[in-house]
């Protein structure tokens, strides 16, 4: 099998694609965290092809970082299979991912992303364009939603077509382009398909803890899970996961000087990365990231609307010492 990390009866745990947040900074903390599989945000084929700098970026990974795969999207195949090959000479990913799930409208206005759910003849040819322009120098694989919305929902039928254009493995996510973020993801579903095709499947959609991992892992036909929200309020749910699967037992909660000590050190490494700027536009960007960290924490609502106004990263390290100071006083 060209994807090495479902073998042997490996049950391989993926960090999925989330424009704004699964950065090279955030992938790097969540691999040490436990995650296995890594996808980039997702880049646009047109952006690729016409080399612009701010999409190309998004492309970035370390080595450390492996396997780790690239994930694109648009609507016209051959075109798609140019920026792949393009994104193979750049940086040489463990694997091509093309996106036929993101329910953004932008996106899906510009025929990508779930838009193709509706329109399985494009969709095989964006998977046949980019599969053939690969050629077997990296594999190609592919993510999907359940269908467009509860009329339509079609994935079986979907993943019959990406098998035969020669994707190696596909990620479901159980929700409908319409139901977004909502409601329970449909696991039935996705189980359906990962017994319709012969490729692996991974299933993403509310998986929350180690519990939820052994569920779908025992109860399903899947090969793997994509964990994706659940991380950006705690990325240590990979470490969690694989503790609860070896030893059937919750990890002891992580200390709170541990979680502050790593929201400190992600704006730190966020600014490193000059990902986003100087010092104050980066901890800026970062703003919505440290809110959904404290998601939880005792005294959230006005820890949260402080840090709705964080520039630097000293005044991080404030909050985060006044919070710590604040809580041992209470425990005394």
Known sequence: MSLPWFQNGQFPLYLAPMAGVTDVVFRSICKQLGADVMVTEFVSAEGIIRQDDRTRKYTEFTDEQRPCGVQIFGGDGERMGEAARKIIDWKQPDFIDINFGCPVNKVVAKNGGSS??????????????????????????????????????????????????????????????????????????????????????????????????????????VSGVMIGRAAMQNPWVFREAKHYLTTGEQSAPVPIEERWDMIVNHCRLAMNSSRYGNERQTIMAMRSRLMTYCKGFPGAKPLRQRLCFVSSLAEVEDVASEYLSSVFLDEE
């Open 116 to 221: 193709l759910l509706k329109d399985c003849q494009s969709l095989a040819s964006v998977a046949s364009g980019v599969a053939k322009a690969v050629g077997d120098q990296v594999p190609v694989t592919a993510k999907i939603r359940v269908g467009w919305d509860e009329k339509s929902i079609n994935a079986p039928e979907v993943c019959r077509i990406l098998q035969e254009e020669g994707m190696q493995a596909i990620a479901i996510h159980g929700r409908t382009r319409a139901q977004g973020y909502r409601g329970q993801a449909n696991w039935d579903i996705i189980d359906e398909c990962a017994n319709t095709v012969s490729v692996p499947v991974i299933g993403n959609g509310d998986i929350l803890s180690g519990e939820d991992v052994k569920l779908r892992r025992e109860s399903t036909a």
